[in-house]
């Protein structure tokens, strides 16, 4: 994960325009993490942000590339996302904060958070949508960045849905938000307010950001035994009719015996 980038998506956050995303993306992943259950979650990145304050998981943790941020905000470790020290299929639940966009390895990111997860185990990822009014700013020449986060750097969720199937995810649920024009200040983002509730409504893929909760699905196996073979069955026992009265059950073998006896 690239350093310079942490820090200043940390930074960012702090602006009116990281607090209008960061008040949306906390209410998302608080919705998702919720009904969550397991032994272990981790937060990926972002120790000054806890996105597992909602989580009824007992035993929770957050990271950071930085010793110095881990040591301020609380992290109960120092890793790179690409390579997280946890054993294979041990964690329940997983949340990266733009863990993806951070990295200039999202593909690794990706893979080392299916290792780690349970089966069934959950990740949930936030990120910047490409596709929406603030990532068509970011790619008009001569515009000073609004983003922290570089353009090319972005991963659409499009995008991620494909590698998600490559992985075995099934995609739970995600949301779009954050409607309203790229402001810098909190006056013009209050009055831009009223596209929230148009524009999930009328253009619900040109959010600004995005929050999705996937699951990771493992295939099951069925044990078949082999197919013994059953005892033989018995020929069934007759009543022989003989002067009118009936004899005791004998067992038929033959249709030649039943004309002995008589």
């Known amino acids: 994960m690239d350093e310079p980038h942490i820090i200043e998506l940390a930074q960012w956050l702090d602006t009116p325009a990281g607090q209008y995303v960061l008040a949306w993306e906390q209410a998302q992943i608080d919705a998702m993490v919720a009904n969550v259950f397991g032994y272990h979650a981790m937060q990926i990145g972002l120790p000054e942000k806890n996105f597992l304050r909602a989580s009824r998981i007992r035993h929770k943790g957050r990271t950071s590339v930085l010793y110095d941020h881990a040591a301020r905000h609380g992290a109960t470790m120092v890793t790179e996302p690409e390579y997280l020290p946890f054993e294979t299929q041990s964690i329940d639940l997983l949340v990266l904060p733009h863990g993806l966009e951070s990295s200039t390895n999202a593909h690794q990111v990706l893979r080392e958070a299916e290792r ?147």
């Open 116 to 262: 780690v997860l349970m089966p069934e185990g959950r990740v949930v990822i936030s990120g910047f949508n490409p596709w929406s009014l603030w990532g068509a700013r970011e790619r008009i020449p001569g515009l000073d960045p609004l983003l922290p986060v570089p353009a090319s750097w972005q991963v659409s969720l499009v995008r991620l849905r494909d590698w998600f199937k490559l992985l075995s995810f099934d995609v739970d649920r995600g949301h779009f938000g954050c409607y309203a024009p790229a402001c810098v200040t909190t006056k013009w983002l209050k009055r831009w307010s009223f596209l929230e509730s148009a524009g999930s409504r009328w253009w619900p893929v040109c959010g600004a950001v995005y929050v999705v909760s996937a699951v990771k699905r493992v295939s099951g196996m069925r044990l078949i035994g082999p197919a013994w073979r059953s005892a033989p069955k018995r020929a069934r026992r007759q009543r022989v009719v003989a002067n009118g009265n009936i004899a005791p059950q004998t067992e038929v073998k033959t249709e030649n015996a039943i004309e002995r006896t008589k």
